[in-house]
Each structure stands twice: as C-alpha cells, then as structure tokens.
C-alpha cells in the first residue's frame, strides 16, 4: 500500500482525512470510537480493555464490534468479534529492538512492517504541556520509530502542530539557528484548567506552517473554532 495513517488522540488531529483510498487508517485504543466521519481500517487496543471500559467508554466494546474492523490487542480478548492479538514476536524477529513505551510506538513498528511508501502521523503530538508522553520518554520512542522507517526509505508526514522530532523553543539545528519558537502553539490552557479532556487552545497551520487566522479548541466532539488570535 502507498500509505498508513496513524490517528492518535492530540489536536492535530483534526487535519486527519477521514479516508485514503491509497492504504488504511489506523485508529487508538478507545478513542477509535469516537472518530465518526473518519473511516479507520484497524485499531490498536494495548491497554487493558477492562480499565478502558471502566474508566474511558463503557460502550467500548460493542462500539468496536459494529466497527467490524481488526482490533489489535496485548493478549486474546474474546470479547471482541474481530479481535487479533498483536504479533510481538514478529515484530521482535523483524527490529531485534525492545523498545515500546506507548501504543503508538508498536503502530509504527508494525506499519513499517507492512512497507508502505508514507506513514502519517495525525493526533500524534508529544506535546510539551501533555504530561507523561512528553517527560515520560515516550517522545523520544516514538522519534525513534520514525527514524526506523526513515532508515527504510518510508516517509514520514507529521503535521506542523505536532512537537515529534521538534524541541520547546529551540530550533533543531543545533549551531545554525537561534532560539526560537516552536511553530504551532499559540496559547496552551493550563494543565489545571483543562478537565478530563485534556482541551488545548492552538493554531491550525498550514504544511508549510504558516498559521491560519482563527484559532481552534480540540474538543472530543471535533475542532471547535473560537475566533480570530489577538
């Protein structure tokens, strides 16, 4: 296939189409219900589906049967009607590398696997503000598994909002330009103020990173835009 699109729950998502029809769209845990307009192909449940039924979306599972979609899982989980534990030891056989901090690290492993021409990353951000995927190494993970499938001649697209291969006002040519800020940004609620959603305040930009005019909040019901940056 010439491409896999990887859908995670940042607010670049909202720049994720919602089909491709030159290879699939891989969806995240729970959140894959959530996704209506877009149609995903597979998705990738690696946390303990009891704690994602219990403490994210008690309907998970019946959603995720009337996807009808393959969903990749730790371990067997009859639950699901189509359900595929996911193939560690392949993937082991295939990197020879342990290094799995978080679900989106074993998509891109297993989609570089499957040798398509482009993997995108949308909903994929690591930003600075989100805790312990930013401080937890989990960044640096899955900076890792880009390089992996740029080492085999796969491009990698991540959106300008995402700070994957990027450093908090810093540039990342290291003795060629100043310090600078990271493109993207524009205001980051407080992480005390954002509720169980974890809601962001950013500007949408173009693929040339140019920002549009409007900014827009991520909100689980999709973008939401909020009027024009000051």
Known sequence: ?????????GPSQYKCPNTVDDGEIWGINSLAV?????????????????????????RVVGKLNDMGVPVYTAGPAP??????PFPLA?????????????????????????????IHLYGVD??????????????????????????????????????????TMVSNWYAFKPIMSAQGAVELVQQSD???????RIAPCDEDGNEFGNAVMITPDGPKYIGVIK
């Open 1 to 9: 296939m010439k491409r896999i699109v990887i859908l995670g729950g």
């Open 34 to 58: 959530s996704y209506e307009k877009i149609k995903l192909d597979r998705v990738f449940l690696m946390h303990d589906i009891l704690s994602e039924i219990l403490f994210k979306n008690h």
């Open 90 to 118: 392949e993937v082991m056989d295939e990197f020879g590398v342990a290094f799995f901090l978080n679900t989106i690290a074993y998509m891109i492993a297993f989609a570089v696997m499957q040798k398509p021409e482009e």
């Open 126 to 167: 690591m930003r600075p503000d989100s805790g312990y995927e930013h401080h937890g190494q989990e960044k640096g993970c899955i900076e890792f598994w880009c390089g992996v499938a740029t080492g085999r001649n796969i491009r990698v697209f991540i959106p300008p909002e995402s700070f994957v291969m990027k450093r």
């Open 194 to 200: 954002r509720g169980r959603y974890k809601r962001y």
């Open 79 to 84: 639950i699901l009607d189509n359900n595929v």
